[in-house]
């Protein structure tokens, strides 16, 4: 089975002083955690689309998936304190509700980044059922500089750097183990869900992302998606 799971149990907390988790704002004329559940659905392959959420957040994403979307495909699953949880919870669902055979996969993204492409997602679902795991990333345009106490401790080749973003896939029993093979301290430390993987010792494969499937964060990031959004119509 191919499953996509839409990571929307955050807070928001860099959006700043707004009435609901950064996910459920309106974008345009409808909330942004529906644009990219909307990209999912364009996708025929997927068995099962899950929409993980946070806990107190559970009746409202119903709501307006039942008012938006009519794909029979998306489920809403309760979410975790961290990403990563998060991420745990809908293999759990999906451990619970279809069991999890050797061939299965998920492709996971985040709910905030609604300019995802059909072009990335199949890019995602060829990669991984191929490799165990996979990121999407755009090449560095800045050089990265590390640095520590006000002084720069590197400077990276920038041909060799890359930001990340999501989709990133994985094969589910491969998530699963390299999970369980890491120390609290290690879990509580991922920004990142292809570290899981990494940190275990897996290979994880690159995918190219866009420019335009950024992460909206912050009030700044929110405007701009405004404003291609209103461009594009
Ligand atoms: N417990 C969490 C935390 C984050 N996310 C999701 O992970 C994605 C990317 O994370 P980020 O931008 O950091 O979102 P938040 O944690 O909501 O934002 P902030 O860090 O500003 O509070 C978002 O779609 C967010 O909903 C999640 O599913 N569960
Ligand atoms: O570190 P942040 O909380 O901004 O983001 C965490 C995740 O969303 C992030 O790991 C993916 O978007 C891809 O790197």
Not at 12 to 26: A, D, E, I, Y
Not at 89 to 99: A, K, L, M, R, V
Not at 193 to 203: P, R, W
Request: aromatic share 6%; with cysteine.
């Amino acid at each position: 089975m191919i499953y996509a799971q839409i990571l929307a149990g955050g807070k928001g907390t860099r959006m700043g002083n707004v009435p609901m988790p950064k996910q459920f704002l309106l974008l345009a004329d409808k909330p942004i955690l529906i644009h990219t559940i909307e990209k999912f659905t364009l996708e025929s392959r997927f068995d099962a689309i899950l929409v993980v959420c946070p806990a107190d957040w559970v009746s409202h994403t119903e709501d307006i998936i039942k008012k938006y979307i009519t794909d029979e495909r998306v489920h809403v699953v309760v979410g975790g304190a961290d990403r990563n949880e998060t991420l745990m919870s809908g293999i759990n669902y999906i451990q619970d509700h279809y069991g999890i055979q050797d061939d299965d996969v998920v492709v996971t993204h985040d709910a905030v980044r609604p300019f995802i492409t059909q072009r990335i997602i199949n890019d995602n679902i060829i990669a991984v059922l191929e490799n165990k795991a996979v990121d999407t990333v755009v090449p560095a345009i800045d050089t990265i500089v590390r640095g520590a106490n006000d002084q720069v401790t590197d400077i990276p080749v920038r041909s060799e750097m890359y930001q990340g973003q999501t989709p990133q896939s994985f094969h589910i029993k491969t998530l699963i183990d390299s999970y369980n093979a890491l120390s609290s301290e290690q879990k509580a430390s991922l920004s990142d869900s292809c570290k899981i993987c990494s940190l275990a010792g897996q290979k994880v494969s690159l995918v190219r992302g866009e420019n335009y499937n950024f992460k909206i964060t912050t009030p700044f990031d929110l405007r701009v998606a405004s404003a291609l959004v209103e461009k594009r119509s």
